[in-house]
């Protein structure tokens, strides 16, 4: 490294520094809510940048302001923004205003939704706050640069914004104390196994906010607890460095050293970097004195890393003490011009609709009997130190409620104002869980399936076997992976023989390892591909519920439709035998994972369509396929791989007028054998099919069923209270079902515990034909019961 360069690795460490020192007293200041910053990790990150080449992708976390500010993807201004909370996507491009402060992302989606190159610029995957979180999914970001080296149908000009011959390296960081995660973990011992091109850096500044280095970590070092991971000649494994954090020099050339075995020989590298410091402690919320001794922080003052790095300057005559002065004022004052920048910027988007309602409440006031007190709500507003929009929002309504029952233009101006003023904000804080442009699973055309006059009756495996073969062929991005996929094609042969005839690399098998399964589809997801990622069962999910509704779910509305991940989560679940195998969690899922869509198609018919819509568009999805399904005879379309099924559209399986029953999934087949005993007794049951519970219902069909049978029941096999509940309160509350009721309502769910082994356990746990045909005489019998007396 030349002079030039070093001194400009320098300019950045004293901006970093100072920016770290402002934004505190920001926060302090009460001009922002919370601070986190990278102060102590400058020196390590500005190396670290040096070896991040176009192309390559970061997963870190909240500390590496100074790595982002060294790559030029995240401006003084633009950190300052996020501080405030700026909604405006020119002024904090990595969220728009909706992620607290230290969390950097680039925008790798365009405004219509496509993807724009990533082959050529520098990629960030949008971080996350829960500790090691940003673990998982450094697996497929990883994979994809494996998958684009070396399956030659990836390798055409329609994949070459992607990647550069699979020649990207995934940058990952993490502090020492989140080392102790299963996340890091189960990652680190993945990445080994497969061995994929990922430089990790683990910032070890001894501390996890009070708690230090004996609680952490076998050994006290995460590089001497991790000895074993270390390659061989004999066994692939991991290259594992340790170098200081002050050390500067040392620094550049161990992550130059890590890059080029990631890069060219796809080798996981961790480097420990040690001896860090934390200069400002962990955050805002405390300070570090609390629980540092002061030899500690006496060592802390001498080995900052910043201080190390100015002195070897100096050592080695790369500059003048006058010219390190100078540059370090030059870094005061640009931090200090861009704080105030981004300060104003913040401020000045809010004041047009401030001034907007001070002047129509004043006018309000002028025309109104109450003028004192709604002249003190304007005067309440103007006066207001640093007032944000909630302010605004608060002040109309306030005005509003003085004048409740005097209507005027006045009045209705504010009224007015208000309902623009609110909408606005709900696109700046409520939109985009979902992708709303072109490539929104909502807009994949229809296509509906077709039968020749001689369709064969095949098992269910059998059909959706067939759909993953048309789909493999059809698009190379499409693989399949997790436990037991690969050679046996999974533990219910949905994928059995395709290993064999697309190979290992796009249909493989995996360690009991459900988090980095899931991370691995997100991070290949994130990289144009379209990864299928299998969860073995449905109550194995909580093993990765936190890289689902942590990551995926709310990718692409934290970063405003920045960044996307269409992941498709494969599993299986309702009804078999036993505690661990019968689940159905669905209020967990409905309860944690908005921001995906969740399918539950009642046979494998609709499941192939269901996959073919979701590989159509860029949305992430969970598809829970029936259990005990896979070897019920169905009838084959002739269009497999062709015909789609909509999302949001509830199917009438069979037709009544005296009860609608909503249900879904394996649910389907109960109802309908309690709807042909509830047949013999003269009650009528229309039965709906939800088909996906997120979304549901989009046209209110529903309640267009209710209004005939006047009578509803919800049925599911989640525990009381629960997806039933979210069924009644979406068509009773959302769809105004209430006001078409002659009957209470009802739920019918599983018992709370979990259900019992064998088939008396499934029986007396879960609903059946005979509590369904119950349930719904009792509500019969309420009705008219002379024609439906008491049974038993």
């Known amino acids: 490294m030349n002079k030039k360069d070093i001194l400009q690795d320098y300019q950045i460490?004293?901006?970093?520094?100072?920016?770290?020192?402002?934004?505190?007293?920001?926060?302090?200041?009460?001009?922002?809510?919370?601070?986190?910053?990278g102060d102590g990790k400058e020196v390590p990150q500005v190396a670290m940048a040096r070896a991040f080449q176009k192309g390559d992708?970061?997963?870190?976390?909240?500390?590496?302001?100074?790595?982002?500010?060294?790559?030029?993807?995240?401006?003084?201004?633009?950190?300052?923004?996020?501080?405030?909370?700026h909604t405006d996507l020119e002024a904090e491009p990595a969220?728009?205003?909706?992620?607290?402060?230290?969390?950097?992302?680039?925008?790798?989606?365009d405004n219509n939704g496509d993807w724009k190159s990533q082959a050529d610029t520098y990629n960030v995957a949008s971080d996350i706050s829960p500790t090691a979180g940003q673990m998982p999914r450094i697996m497929g970001l990883s994979y994809a640069s494996k998958l684009y080296r070396k399956e030659t149908k990836l390798q055409g000009e329609a994949f070459s914004k992607f990647s550069n011959n699979g020649n990207e390296v995934v940058f990952s960081t993490i502090?020492?104390?989140?080392?102790?995660?299963?996340?890091?973990?189960?990652?680190?011992?993945?990445?080994?196994?497969?061995?994929?091109?990922?430089?990790?850096?683990?910032?070890?500044?001894?501390?996890?906010?009070?708690?230090?280095?004996?609680?952490?970590?076998?050994?006290?070092?995460?590089?001497?607890?991790?000895?074993?991971?270390?390659?061989?000649?004999?066994?692939?494994?991991?290259?594992?460095?340790?170098?200081?954090?002050?050390?500067?020099?040392?620094?550049?050339?161990?992550?130059?050293?890590a890059a080029k075995l990631a890069r060219e020989e796809h080798v996981p590298c961790l480097v420990h970097v040690v001896e860090i410091t934390q200069p400002q402690g962990h955050s805002t919320s405390g300070s570090h004195e609390r629980y540092k001794s002061k030899e500690r922080l006496s060592w802390e003052e001498e080995f900052d890393c910043v201080k190390k790095m100015r002195e070897w300057i100096l050592a080695e005559g790369h500059a003048t003490e006058e010219e390190l002065e100078a540059m370090e004022l030059a870094a005061?004052?640009?931090?200090?011009?861009?704080?105030?920048?981004?300060?104003?910027?913040?401020?000045?988007?809010?004041?047009?609709?401030?001034?907007?309602?001070?002047?129509?409440?004043?006018?309000?006031?002028?025309n109104e009997n109450e003028s004192e007190s709604i002249k003190a709500v304007a005067d309440g507003l103007k006066n207001a130190f640093n007032p944000i929009k909630l302010d605004t929002i608060k002040a109309a309504k306030k005005a509003l409620r003085i004048v409740r029952s005097k209507p005027s233009p006045a009045r209705m101006a504010i009224q007015k104002w208000l309902q623009e003023a609110e909408e606005k904000h709900r696109q700046e804080y409520n939109t985009l869980l979902y992708c709303e442009d072109s490539s929104s699973a909502l807009k994949v055309p229809v296509i509906a399936p077709t039968y020749g006059e001689d369709a064969e009756m095949k098992d269910g495996r059998e059909i959706i076997n067939g759909f993953f073969f048309k789909a493999m062929e059809k698009d190379p991005r499409v693989f399949a992976f997790g436990e037991d996929v690969g050679k046996i094609g999974d533990v219910n042969q949905g994928m059995a023989g395709l290993q064999d005839k697309f190979g290992a690399l796009r249909v493989h098998?995996?360690?009991?390892?459900?988090?980095?399964?899931?991370?691995?589809?997100?991070?290949?997801?994130?990289?144009?591909?379209?990864?299928?990622?299998?969860?073995?069962?449905?109550?194995?999910?909580?093993?990765?519920?936190?890289?689902?509704?942590?990551?995926?779910?709310?990718?692409?509305?934290?970063?405003?439709?920045?960044?996307?991940?269409?992941?498709?989560?494969?599993?299986?679940?309702?009804?078999?035998?036993?505690?661990?195998?019968?689940?159905?969690?669905?209020?967990?899922?409905?309860?944690?994972?908005?921001?995906?869509?969740?399918?539950?198609?009642?046979?494998?018919?609709?499941?192939?369509?269901?996959?073919?819509?979701?590989?159509?568009?860029?949305?992430p999805a969970l598809v829970i396929e029936c259990l005990n399904g896979y070897r019920l005879k169905e009838k084959m379309p002739s269009n497999l791989g062709e015909y789609t099924v909509p999302l949001g559209q509830?199917?009438?399986?069979?037709?009544?007028?005296?009860?609608?029953?909503?249900?879904?999934?394996?649910?389907?087949?109960?109802?309908a054998a309690a709807a042909e005993d509830l047949a013999q007794v003269g009650i009528s049951v229309e039965i709906i099919?939800?088909?996906?519970?997120?979304?549901?219902?989009?046209?209110?069909?529903?309640?267009?069923?209710?209004?005939?049978?006047?009578?509803?029941?919800?049925?599911?096999?989640?525990?009381?209270?629960?997806?039933?509940?979210?069924?009644?309160?979406?068509?009773?509350?959302?769809?105004?079902?209430?006001?078409?009721?002659?009957?209470?309502?009802?739920?019918?769910?599983?018992?709370?515990?979990?259900?019992?082994?064998?088939?008396?356990?499934?029986?007396?746990?879960?609903?059946?034909?005979?509590?369904?045909?119950?349930?719904?005489?009792?509500?019969?019998?309420?009705?008219?019961?002379?024609?439906?007396?008491e049974i038993y």
């Open 13 to 37: 460490v004293a901006e970093s520094r100072e920016t770290a020192l402002v934004g505190r007293k920001e926060v302090f200041m009460g001009k922002a809510k919370f601070g986190i910053f």
């Open 57 to 85: 992708w970061r997963s870190g976390y909240y500390r590496d302001q100074t790595f982002m500010m060294a790559i030029g993807e995240m401006s003084i201004q633009a950190f300052f923004a996020q501080l405030y909370a």
């Open 95 to 109: 969220s728009g205003g909706r992620m607290m402060n230290g969390h950097f992302g680039t925008r790798w989606i």
């Open 175 to 257: 502090g020492n104390a989140s080392t102790s995660e299963g996340m890091f973990l189960e990652t680190i011992n993945a990445v080994g196994v497969m061995q994929l091109p990922v430089v990790m850096s683990v910032w070890d500044d001894q501390y996890g906010i009070s708690v230090g280095p004996e609680h952490h970590t076998v050994k006290q070092s995460i590089s001497k607890a991790l000895e074993g991971f270390q390659r061989t000649e004999e066994h692939p494994g991991i290259e594992i460095f340790e170098v200081n954090g002050w050390d500067y020099p040392a620094l550049v050339e161990t992550y130059q050293a």
């Open 332 to 366: 005061k004052k640009k931090v200090k011009e861009e704080k105030n920048a981004a300060f104003k910027a913040f401020l000045d988007s809010m004041v047009d609709d401030r001034n907007k309602i001070i002047s129509l409440i004043e006018n309000l006031a002028a």
């Open 509 to 619: 098998d995996t360690s009991i390892r459900e988090m980095t399964i899931i991370g691995e589809g997100t991070g290949a997801a994130m990289r144009g591909l379209r990864p299928i990622a299998e969860i073995q069962y449905l109550d194995y999910l909580v093993y990765a519920l936190n890289t689902l509704t942590d990551d995926v779910a709310c990718l692409h509305h934290r970063t405003a439709g920045g960044q996307k991940a269409p992941l498709i989560v494969r599993t299986r679940g309702h009804r078999l035998e036993g505690v661990w195998h019968s689940g159905s969690p669905i209020s967990m899922i409905l309860g944690s994972l908005r921001g995906m869509y969740v399918l539950t198609p009642r046979n494998f018919v609709q499941a192939a369509g269901m996959y073919n819509t979701l590989l159509q568009a860029d949305d």
């Open 650 to 671: 509830p199917e009438i399986l069979r037709s009544g007028t005296d009860v609608t029953v909503v249900t879904y999934g394996s649910m389907c087949r109960i109802i």
């Open 689 to 789: 099919d939800a088909q996906t519970l997120v979304p549901f219902d989009l046209e209110h069909k529903i309640v267009e069923s209710i209004k005939k049978t006047n009578r509803v029941v919800f049925a599911d096999e989640d525990v009381q209270g629960g997806a039933s509940a979210y069924l009644m309160q979406k068509v009773l509350d959302e769809q105004k079902a209430y006001q078409y009721l002659d009957s209470q309502p009802i739920c019918i769910a599983s018992q709370d515990h979990r259900p019992a082994y064998g088939s008396d356990g499934d029986y007396f746990s879960k609903p059946n034909p005979e509590t369904i045909f119950d349930a719904i005489y009792k509500m019969m019998h309420e009705y008219d019961p002379q024609q439906f007396p």
